[in-house]
C-alpha cells in the first residue's frame, strides 16, 4: 500500500511581534497559532507582559463597571429594525465612498500630523535624548533647508528619538524578524549596518509611512545616550546621487545621499563631523552587500 506524501514543513521565520499584535491579544482577536506565538514573546520579554497585563486589567474594569448597563432594558421608543430602504445600493455606495476618502485622508494628513508634530517638539527643546554628559556641538545654520525625503527622516527622527518606553516597533534581540519584514513591506532588500565599532548599538526599527509608500528607520544610541536614525526609502527621483548632502531642522542635523533608487538619511543632533564619520561607515557598509 503506498504511503500518503509526506507534507514538508514551514520553515518560514515567525513574524515579529508588533503593538498591533498585543492589542490584538489583548482583545482576543487572534487566532490561536499567533496566539501562542504572542504567549512566547511576553514570556521572554517581562516589560512588554507587565504592559499587556495593565491593558487587561483595564479592560476588567471597563468591564466591570459597564456590566450593569447590558442588564437595563431598552427604550421603549428605540426602533428594534431598521426602516427597509427602496435603494440599499445607495448606502453601500455612500459607505464605500467614506472607506476610499478616509483611507486617503488618512494617508495624505500624515505628514501634516507629524509636520505639527516636528515643530511642537522642537519648540524650544534641545537635542533629541541627549544628556548634558554627550555636548553635542550643534551647527550653526550652514547647512541646507531639507525638503522631500531628508525632511520626513528629519521629522521621524525628532518624533520617536525621545520616546522612553517604545522608541522601536521591532528590537534588536528581533533583528533578523525585523529584516525579513521591513524588506517584505519595502520591497526591496534592507538591514541595519553594524555600527557598534563607531559607538553606536542598534535598539531596533520600525515601518512608517512617507509621502507615497512604506519607510525604514533604523534607531541607534550611544553610551551617552544619544541616538541617531538611519531613514531608507525608495521615494527618490534619481538612481544615483551618492554625493553625500548635509542639512539642518532646527536642532537635527542630517547628512543624505541616493543611491541604487534608495534614498539613505543619517539624523541626529551630532555635529556635521561626527554624522560625516558615522555616513561614510554605513555607505562603506552598503558597499559590501
Do not use: C
Not at 513574524?15 to 489583548?26: C, F, G, N, S, W
Amino acid at each position: 500500500m503506498d504511503q500518503p506524501p509526506l507534507k514538508t514543513l514551514d520553515t518560514s521565520p515567525t513574524p515579529p511581534v508588533t503593538e498591533a499584535d498585543l492589542h490584538a491579544y489583548v482583545d482576543r482577536q487572534l487566532p490561536s497559532a499567533r496566539h501562542l506565538q504572542v504567549e512566547q514573546y511576553l514570556q521572554d520579554h517581562p516589560e512588554e507582559r507587565a504592559r499587556v497585563q495593565d491593558w487587561q486589567q483595564q479592560n476588567a474594569r471597563l468591564r466591570e463597571m459597564l456590566a450593569p448597563v447590558m442588564d437595563e432594558p431598552l427604550p421603549m421608543g428605540l426602533p428594534l429594525r431598521p426602516p427597509h430602504s427602496a435603494l440599499p445600493w445607495r448606502s453601500l455606495a455612500a459607505g464605500s465612498l467614506v472607506a476610499v476618502v478616509s483611507a486617503g485622508a488618512a494617508w495624505s494628513i500624515r505628514g501634516a500630523v507629524d509636520a505639527h508634530a516636528m515643530q511642537v517638539a522642537m519648540a524650544g527643546q534641545p537635542a533629541a535624548h541627549t544628556p548634558p554628559s554627550a555636548k553635542p556641538q550643534l551647527l550653526p545654520a550652514n547647512g541646507s533647508a531639507l525638503s522631500g525625503f531628508a525632511q520626513r527622516a528629519a521629522i521621524a527622527h525628532v518624533v520617536y528619538s525621545p520616546d522612553v518606553r517604545r522608541p522601536v516597533e521591532i528590537g534588536a534581540e528581533q533583528e533578523q524578524a525585523l529584516v525579513t519584514w521591513l524588506t517584505k513591506r519595502i520591497g526591496t532588500k534592507v538591514q541595519p549596518p553594524p555600527l557598534n565599532a563607531l559607538g553606536y548599538r542598534l535598539m531596533g526599527g520600525r515601518l512608517l509611512p512617507g509621502d507615497s509608500g512604506p519607510v525604514a528607520q533604523f534607531m541607534y544610541e550611544t553610551e551617552a545616550g544619544l541616538r541617531l536614525t538611519l531613514y531608507v526609502t525608495r521615494e527618490v527621483t534619481t538612481q544615483n546621487d551618492v554625493q553625500f548632502k548635509f542639512g539642518q531642522d532646527g536642532p537635527v542635523n542630517v547628512f543624505y545621499w541616493v543611491e541604487n533608487h534608495l534614498g539613505y538619511a543619517i539624523s541626529a543632533g551630532a555635529d556635521r563631523a561626527e554624522l560625516m564619520r558615522v555616513s561614510q561607515a554605513v555607505y562603506q557598509h552598503l558597499q559590501q552587500d
